[in-house]
């Protein structure tokens, strides 16, 4: 079953509003988090890298004041995209790494099923 | 020259047949992740290994360390195998907890 869920799944949002998204680690704690962004047929582009209980770290070109990571608890991440414009429209993914309890290896990266924002 | 490099980058079989995806990377690694990602977007981590092979189901992975080369196998395919096959590579001296993807092969299986 799924380890790494996101909600909302899709979301239609108007020019300007802001949007969140959540990522949470269901069977275990994520010392860490990453968000990536993918494009139609292309790779992922991690955004940025989020620890528990610290800023986090912000892929070059990523703007942070328009894309807020809050990483408040070991099984908890959010995305808000602030002001969102048509060109945020996107496909947002996240994983979640961390732990060594049971089944979950520290230097496994499990991915949560994505969320299609789009901008109108 | 990307760091990851797949191949191919298109793959039409047809239903039953043995399948291959490539991956070369050039630099050290800590692990090598198969992922898969179906047309909805979910992605699916389906192998981490740092050495030799590991078999789940009708899917082996396999990594050969000192060519630096892994290979994904798919036994008797199906058209539910069709999918975006993304190898990445993880070094934490390198790059910390990052992935490095390569581009996907997309694999297109017929019945």
């Known amino acids: 079953g799924a380890v790494v869920s996101q909600h909302p799944s899709w979301v239609i949002c108007k020019s300007g509003t802001s949007v969140k998204i959540e990522c949470r680690s269901l069977d275990f704690q994520a010392t860490t988090m990453f968000w990536y962004r993918q494009f139609p047929k292309q790779s992922l582009m991690l955004m940025a890298t989020s620890n528990e209980g610290s800023k986090a770290t912000y892929e070059q070109g990523v703007e942070k004041d328009k894309f807020l990571i809050n990483h408040a608890s070991l099984t908890l991440s959010t995305l808000t995209v602030t002001s969102a414009h048509p060109e945020d429209s996107s496909f947002y993914i996240c994983s979640a790494r961390g732990g060594t309890s049971g089944r979950y290896f520290s230097y496994e990266q499990y991915f949560g099923p994505g969320t299609r924002l789009t901008v109108t | 020259k990307n760091e990851v490099e797949q191949s191919p980058q298109n793959l039409t079989a047809q239903e039953g047949e043995f399948i291959t995806i490539n991956c070369s990377y050039s630099v050290g690694i800590s692990a090598l992740h198969w992922l898969q990602q179906h047309p909805g977007g979910g992605i699916v981590s389906l192998f981490m290994l740092s050495s030799g092979k590991k078999k789940h189901g009708r899917l082996i992975a396999t990594i050969n360390i000192q060519e630096k080369h892994s290979s994904l196998h798919i036994t008797a395919s199906h058209p539910r195998d069709s999918a975006v096959y993304i190898c990445?590579?993880?070094?934490?001296?390198?790059?910390?907890?990052?992935?490095?993807f390569g581009a996907g092969t997309i694999l297109r299986v017929k019945s």
């Open positions: 990445a590579v993880s070094n934490a001296r390198e790059y910390g907890n990052k992935l490095v």
